[in-house]
């Protein structure tokens, strides 16, 4: 199990959903979805930790947007962080991020493409802040493990691993439920992103996406288990500056979250 705050994450306890839009593309989104999510998920009494990643750093064109500048975001992540009472999550993409964004945020992602890199994972561990790893797409769950070794070996066990999607073929990701099984084995909290896990990689000049089947694998992969639901979520997807085709409309998130509670309830019930 990881402690943030009051939120417990794994042994069994309510998922916790990890949500936000995909990058920090403005002061005025982040607000917008952080403050509807936190109304949202304190009347239906579910733990919630705001995501956003300050930059991105792997994008499909040189023209796609990488962000605000490390600054301007890392400056708004903390201030929401503080007025709006939140735990945050942000992505690293290299050791000197960390050290950046340290101070600003309660968590540090690994994306997907990085999650073999040693020395990240190796510096993510040693700053002591909770870290969670993305299984990449070209992954087996059960080379997760050596991941998480890495992390485990800087003395920090306070590590999530997450399920995204399996790379087959070109331009698409299937989920195999059963990795959420086989990463629980290792002992740390496993997390469905369900949003990710609808990408069409690298379509022309952007990553394109199948958002009609985010619902469906959030709600099957509640059905097998997790402790945590990761959503990219946008007051208005069509005009997110990434990730627009994968991203969950803020609109829809409330009725979702109602059936993920229900079944995430029965389903530790008979635990």
Known sequence: MVELRNIKIGDNNP????????????????YQTA???????SRLGIPF????????????????FTGLGDEQAIRLLSKLRSDLDLP???DVHKETDIDLVKDSVDLIQIPAFL???????????????????????????????????????????????????????YHNLVV???????????????????????????KDNKSGGEPRFIKPLAKA?????????????????????????????????ESLLIEIKKIDSFVKSLA
């Open 88 to 90: 945050v999550l942000t």
């Open 221 to 253: 992969a509640a059905a097998v288990g997790i402790d945590a639901l990761f959503l990219e979520v946008h007051p208005n997807p069509s005009e997110a500056l990434s990730d627009a085709d994968s991203q969950l409309p803020l609109k829809e998130l």
């Open 115 to 169: 999650c073999r890199q040693t020395d990240l994972l190796l510096a993510a561990g040693k700053s002591g802040l909770i870290v969670n790893i993305k299984k990449g797409q070209f992954l087996a769950p059960e080379d997760m493990k050596h991941a998480a070794e890495k992390v485990a070996s800087t003395g920090n066990q306070k590590i999530l691993l997450t399920e995204r999607g399996t790379t087959f073929g």
């Open 15 to 30: 998922f916790v959903l990890i949500a936000g839009p995909c990058v920090v593309e403005s002061e005025e989104i982040i």
């Open 35 to 41: 403050e509807e999510i936190k109304e949202i998920t």
């Open 176 to 202: 195999d439920m059963r990795s959420l099984v086989i990463m629980r084995e290792f002992g740390y909290p496993v997390v469905m992103d369900a949003t990710h896990s609808v990408q069409l990689p690298s």
């Open 49 to 64: 930790i705001f995501k956003s990643s300050f930059k991105k750093a792997n994008r499909t064109s040189i023209k796609s």
